[in-house]
């Protein structure tokens, strides 16, 4: 999407919208209500889970069904090490722990045809769920931990800063000389190859950077919990929820992924109520098939062929944006 | 051994029913190019066909008459409507894998939902011929030898269908390269969908089976599908007889983690994966 005639740029999405929007969230607590806060916190981590994903998937075109895996490893490191340690460092063990995990299962798979990779991480929430329970029940015969807890207030400003460093790093990555790297690969593997990316190192450590948000976004929000066990921490919608709002919203942009997070967080939390919950995934399932069938660019894709029909721009926009 | 005799036993009967969804999943893979992470809804599906037949009082067997084709036409109007859409709308092969996978996702939700909404998330269970033999200190469970023979009859009959006849013929050319089998004037959106449409009978069936046998509950598609895809990647990808295969160890392997640990079975899947993946991706029979 980097036309000259790319909408966001005209209509001042570049920096001054996204800077006073920025603004009005980050005084939120001073003049919200406590339920905004909440509802915020939740938009927060869904931006954060989105954009995380999209540094990987939507570059390179590899779909990664493991965000709930990292997820949950950051929701563990909050229980193991929230008591001895100061937050902060916490968080950082819960991205690191991620990170490691990511590289070890990218060295694994990335090597080989990009099917493996998605065959892989789909069940590895399941495995770790898994393995965690059996590991609890029957090593150490305990059921679950307790979280220290924050206020929301906390949460939301942790949160708020992490989104802020993961759009950073998603902006620097892509604008530097590794993020046009994983731009080719996504484009073109083989050719990336020929002309010299270390396309299996880049890939790699892409996912790694990419799950390390992932894990850090579950340490703070593990605090919102006061208590879990495998089948609370890792739970397969947060694999899925995070792919479909960066889908929906359109990958080609950072945009894209924030739009698609505050879309369907607001859905999630006026129709996730009671028997309500079974018609949200039915139209959250839906509206995924759609998208992929009809904008495979997402809305943001649709907003930019519109405003190109608008302008008249003749240049049509190439293949994936 | 009597216990390695039990184990030998109990994974070749499940082993049948594990093949059979292998299968469907194989060929949707294999030919139309869609990784299926909606494969295990199809099963649950099918085996809530049966059992609400069941319920009604017919023969949980005679059922499969209806779930495979009511399943085939599901997946062939969704071949035909969805993922061809996709598929000519993709600018290259890649991106139709990627798009198709998250399609395919979508699917999950919306089949498991609609499922949740008819018949919730308890378990239901039902009694079909619970007798069983002693053979040499194991015991086989009636229910479980016929749905394992019927899975392979089922296996059988498809490869023969692959290996003899025209369509099949189409199919195996398909497989290899899809563009030019449409060049030699194969219809290849009929050709995939038929694949598509297979692959779901297959799990329908499979569903019809396992609930015969198993208890049954909405949220046990997850499972399965990732049973399936060990099971693919363990006989290679696309390989329709090493997946046949595939899923007869993987059902002596899973049964005996189970005798063992049974808070381990995914694990010990995973453990065969990334074993795989390691030492030999293209899987036993791959090309």
Redesign the interface.
Known sequence: MDLKNNFLKKTGFNWGLPLVIFLLIAFLPLYGSSYNVTLFIYFLLYMTLAVAWTIFSGAT???S?ATAAFYGLGIYAAALFGESMPFIFVIFIGGAASFVLAFLVGA??LR?????F???T??LV??MK??L??WE??IESVRGYFVVSYSNNAIFYYLLGLLLVTIIVAYAMSKSKYGLALKSIGEN?EAADHIGVNVTLVKITTFAISATFMGAAGVIMASKLTYIDPVIAFN?MMS?SP??MA?FGGMGNLYGPVIGAVIFTYLQEILTTG?LK??Y??I??????VT???L?RGILGLFQQLWNRFRRVKSAPT??G | MEELLNIILGGLLIGGIYSLISMGMSLQYGVAKVLNIAHGEFLMFGAFITFAMQQAGINPLLTIIVVGPTMFIAGFILYRTVFTTIRVRSPNPGVFEGNGLLAAFGLYFVVQNIAVLIWGSTPYSYRYLTTSWDVGGADIFANRLVAALFAIAIGVLFYLFLKSTRSGKAIRASAQDAPTAGLMGVNINFVLSLCFGFGAAMAGIAGSLFSLCYAINTTMGLQQTLLAIVIVTLGGLGSIPGSFIGGFILGIIGTAVSYWQPGLVVASYYVIFVILLLVRPKGLMGK
């Open positions: 075109g590899y779909i069904l694994l798979t080989l045809k990009g099917i493996f998605a065959m892989f789909f069940g399941l495995l898994e393995v329970y059996w029940l029957t593997e397969p899925f792919a479909l889908t028997t079974s018609y995934m039915l959250f399932g839906s509206i995924l098939v992929i069938m009809y495979p293949s994936r």
